[in-house]
């Protein structure tokens, strides 16, 4: 019986793209980074060499036509994984320029072929392949075809056990070239622009050998250099933690006539969704959460997307945070994608240990979202919170809920079912005040109250009070009055029968 061929994945550097690759890079793999210009394609290449080169790993780098090498690392140094100990040591780089011009393959190769000889390299680097295609079909180009070029360079890298790299501008993935069905590998980087908005994405077309997520991803580019935003679906754990406390646990809100609608407290492990509309004091709410969580000796997370915690709005809640008992997650990066911010949430619940996760809110997040990741907002929210429940935290949600009171309407974007808990706030006139009612809607697979209850916001937070059993109708908005019964009307009547 013969023995299965093991293929090493060798760890890329670069954040999110081993996930997204299925393990990592296959060693002595032949691949094609391409993209349009700006795409980040060179920082890429740069990133992985730098990560994966050593002295008994040695890396050539192969400059064609474009930047010349001095120019290229002046720019490059500007990046954290930068290491300038090893150039000229572990890394070496070879300008073909010459070569190049001189529209030879042939002599392009053997070029290729001395250095790799001369080093005996893990890793190869052609940048930019495209040139090297542009230079062959100048006319009156009578040298090797390209076709024979490729196939020849991927024959001697393979036989040299190399793992190579060809960077290449490339505007569409259906332009016809050798290059593509020779590649072991193909990574595709695109630019969406759309009005003012700009993310960048990567989607691995091609990869012999093992299996990889499938889709566009996106990345962004920082002074660490690329990181690689992996689906909600991999990030999360392959099973749901058990959370503590058990399965009837409840978790307090920080108001305790809330804690005894919702039949004890939000059930751990639960998401809750608070909607209502502008003032009615979702995020006080969401903030006392947390406050309550830190009382009981649990940490928290929260993204802010409308008004970032602080001494003057939520002194307790900024306090927890500058003591390092809730984590802030960093959502004033342009153009977010549902991805980036899922990765941002569970990186400080796992840095914390958190329990507890606020989410305020869905519409500021709707707005930071870049506008190509928009229609799919729906979606985007159940991958979220799929995500957090596997990691076994608890989540509480707002959402701007526009009061309408010719229709009943429980939560935005109908993600109703989405959630396992639902509290909705709502405006009501009795009497020429503006009064708050709030009522819980759903806990799923628990007892809770019915009632409508009218509520206040005070300088220590939010007091639930009683019902208004003396109004009707107060969800239209403007309830009335219930009329006293008359006894001397119903007599009336029974005698007249």
Known sequence: M????????????????????????????????????????TTLAHQMMFSLAKPERPTLYFTVLGEPPLKMLRYQQQFAFFDA???????????LTDETLAGDLDQVLRRIVAEVEKYNPALIFVDSFRSVVLANSAPGNEHNSLQQFVQQLGMVMTSWQATTFLIGEYFAETDA????????????????????SMVRKIEIMKMRGQPTLPGLHTFRINADGIRVFAPARVLAPLAPKLSTGGADARLGTGVSKLDAMLGGGVPRGYSLLVAGPSGS???????????????NGETGVVAAFEQIPNRERSPLLAGLIEQGKVGLVDTQAPDLSIDEIVLLLLTEVRRLGATRVVIDSLSGFELALAPTFRPDFRESLSRMVSALAAEGVTVLMTSE???????????PYGTAFMTDAIIVQRYIEVESR?????????????????ELCAYEIRDDGIHIGTTLPEQEGLLGGRPMRKPLPD???????????
């Open 2 to 41: 013969s023995t299965r061929s093991i293929i090493t994945r060798l760890a890329t550097g670069v954040p999110g793209l081993d996930e997204v690759l299925g393990g990592g890079l296959p060693e002595f793999s032949f691949n094609l980074i391409a993209g349009p210009p700006g795409c980040g394609k």
């Open 85 to 95: 100990e090893l150039v000229n040591g572990s890394i070496h780089f070879i300008n």
């Open 177 to 196: 070239n050798p290059v593509f069905t020779v590649a072991d590998g193909l990574i595709w980087l695109r630019q969406s622009v759309q009005r003012n």
């Open 281 to 295: 004091g979702k995020s006080i709410l969401a903030a006392a959460f947390l406050v309550e969580g830190a009382r």
């Open 401 to 411: 809920l526009e009061d309408r009171y010719t229709d009943l309407r429980f939560s």
């Open 434 to 450: 503006l009064l708050r009612v709030m009522a819980v809607v759903k806990v799923r697979a628990s007892t809770h109250s019915n």
């Open 487 to 497: 006894s001397h009307s119903v007599n009336d009547n029974h005698d007249h029968e």
